[in-house]
């Protein structure tokens, strides 16, 4: 049930969501990491950490872009990205499927023009949810940003975990396959446990 403050009159009402006073909506939420970041940035100066780190978020920030997405926040050497927050979690979805494809391939540009920069090159994990989540602007000052809370939020987060643990580079849920209306049958399955950090209750995947 949306509140209004009192000075508002009842048309101001009947137009279009503000996202950012808050709302529940079912999106897709994507979150990356760079493998091993830590110890390929050990030994380099801050400029050339800096340096690195700027370049692969600008290739990261442009995939989620160009899928439809929008990213959230970076976090460390990782990306948050919510897709579907206008379109819906079907949309959302196939867009985060999209994305995923396209940092891959934006990955592999970077790697190829920072090869002799990085001796070794970059490696991401990337893990994919969709659920209900609270969106809205929150912060204090200068550091409020237009974000999403709840479960939906940390299981793609620990899907992305997970990336370490099955060796590969995307994690995605059976609900998002679902969907995104795609065949799961030429997919690789492992059946996982996610613990729902606000419910403390184990989750299915």
């Not at 995605?172 to 996982?192: H, Q, T, Y």
Request: proline share 3%; aromatic share 6%; hydrophobic share 50%.
């Amino acid at each position: 049930m949306p509140l209004l403050p009192p000075f508002v009159h009842v048309s101001d009402a009947l137009g279009s969501v503000d996202l950012a006073l808050g709302i529940e909506r079912e999106i897709a939420v994507l979150f990356a990491d760079i493998r091993g970041f830590t110890a390929l940035a050990e030994g380099r100066l801050p400029y050339d950490v800096v340096f690195v780190l700027n370049r692969y978020f600008a290739a990261m920030g442009n995939a989620v872009e160009r899928a439809g997405g929008r990213v959230d926040k970076f976090l460390g050497d990782g990306v948050m990205a919510l897709f579907g927050v206008e379109s819906g979690a079907t949309s959302g979805c196939r867009d985060a499927l999209l994305a995923a494809r396209l940092m891959s391939e934006r990955l592999a540009e970077l790697n190829q023009s920072l090869v002799e920069e990085l001796g070794q090159p970059l490696r991401i994990g990337i893990g994919i949810h969709v659920g209900p989540v609270i969106v809205g602007e929150m912060g204090y000052r200068n550091a409020t940003a237009l974000t999403a809370i709840g479960d939906a939020v940390n299981t793609a987060s620990r899907l992305q975990e997970m990336s370490k643990d099955f060796d590969c580079e995307l994690v995605v849920s059976a609900d998002v396959l679902a969907r995104a209306d795609l065949d799961g049958a030429r997919f690789a399955w492992r059946e996982a446990t996610v613990e729902a950090v606000s419910s403390g209750l184990p989750s299915r995947l």
